[in-house]
């Protein structure tokens, strides 16, 4: 089995020193930047908004995967694609026209992902599934790091495995939330392509983070 892409969430890195954590994950193998971005009334916290991520864009080479918790959501595209967005990932909830997101995301150049959070079925991306290049399953209610890891996702990672072999196309399944060591094996055996993860790659400082890394990619 391929190892799988490692995307860290810098929810969980120093913010008072963000350039040089991502100069940090990078160098210790990290293959995406995962930016988690939170507007305080679609999921109840509040973090990084596009002029950030153009300032972070400069500190990094590899691609940068934005995960946008914000409604309604289409507004912010163009922002975030010019503040150096590689991934635009939303939820079906963000917005009332799913389609014409993911098809405004690949016109402005980026790739298109769909969010589903632990409650809202795998049924969204059905008729979407010509229109994106990442289905992410979040393993946690979305808002905040450190949360635990809801095992019921991994039936949902399964069926999208299906649902994404039976489209042949070239779809990435990723798993959101309480990925560790422990259950990044089980994420993978379902099927899983690429992993988040906060917690578990930030702990311990920078030495940490390629041990932390190679630990999540089965090495
Ligand atoms: C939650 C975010 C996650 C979170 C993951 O809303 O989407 O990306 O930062 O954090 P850990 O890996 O700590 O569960
Ligand atoms: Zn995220």
Redesign the pocket.
């Known amino acids: 089995m391929a190892a799988p892409l490692i995307c860290p969430?810098i929810?969980?890195s120093d913010f008072a020193r963000l350039g040089e954590e991502i100069r940090a994950v990078e160098a210790a193998g990290a293959d995406w930047i995962?930016v988690?971005v939170?507007d305080g009334h679609f999921?109840p916290?509040l973090t990084i908004g596009p002029d950030v991520v153009k300032a972070l864009r400069p500190h990094a080479s590899i691609p940068f995967d934005v995960?946008l918790?914000v409604a309604p959501v289409d507004p912010w595209l163009e922002k975030y694609r010019q503040a150096g967005a590689d991934y635009l990932s939303v939820h079906p909830e963000s917005g009332p026209h799913l389609h014409r997101t993911l098809r405004r995301i690949r016109e402005l150049g980026a790739k298109a992902g769909v969010v589903l959070n632990p409650a809202t079925p795998l049924t969204q991306v059905e008729e979407v599934v010509d229109d994106l290049d990442l289905i992410l399953i979040?393993s946690?209610?979305?808002?905040?790091?450190?949360?635990s890891?809801i095992d019921s996702q991994l039936k949902k990672i399964e069926r999208a495995r299906a649902l994404i072999d039976r489209s042949g196309k070239e779809i990435i399944l990723q798993v959101?939330?309480?990925?560790?060591a422990d259950t990044a094996p089980r994420c993978i055996a379902a099927g899983a392509t690429a992993l988040?993860?906060?917690?578990?790659?930030f702990r311990g400082g920078p030495q940490a983070y390629a041990p932390n890394i190679a630990a999540l990619k089965g090495a």
């Open positions: 969430s929810l969980a995962h988690d939170m999921v916290n995960h918790m979040m946690v209610n979305p808002g905040f790091g450190g949360q890891f959101d939330g309480g990925v560790t988040v993860a906060g917690t578990a790659v």
